[in-house]
């Protein structure tokens, strides 16, 4: 939602791939068989009304981001998004981002 928000807006270059748009707000049900059962109950629009749900967003500048570099350590969309950051504000120094490998524990409904 962010990004899509940022791209209407034009307030920034967006730097990656193209997503799924999956953004979609849902209920859960617990059913006497054990099964969970998942509605959707909301959609999300941009300001300008395009539906993220199955379109994505496209980015400014396209950059793969293959997962055997990512699994080395590198990752050329954040640099590709550093180098352009870089060229709008030079006078700014050169800043290193942390990105955490490990996924956030799902709570317990």
């Known amino acids: 939602m962010l990004v899509a928000f940022a791209e209407d807006k034009g307030l920034g270059t967006i730097v990656g791939t193209r997503k799924v748009g999956r953004l979609l707000s849902g209920s859960t049900f617990r059913a006497d068989t054990g099964?969970?059962?998942?509605?959707?109950v909301a959609a999300y629009l941009t300001?300008?009304?395009?539906l993220i749900k199955g379109e994505g967003v496209e980015p400014s500048v396209p950059v793969e981001l293959p997962a055997d570099r990512f699994m080395a350590g590198e990752d050329p969309?954040?640099?590709?998004?550093?180098?352009?950051?870089k060229g709008i504000v030079p006078q700014l120094p050169a800043v290193a981002f942390l990105v955490s490998r490990e996924l956030p524990k799902r709570r317990e409904r």
């Not at 300001?47 to 395009?50: A, F, M, S, T």
């Not at 969309?77 to 950051?85: G, T």
């Open 77 to 85: 969309q954040m640099d590709k998004a550093l180098e352009l950051a």
């Open 35 to 40: 099964y969970i059962l998942g509605l959707p």
């Open 47 to 50: 300001w300008q009304g395009r």
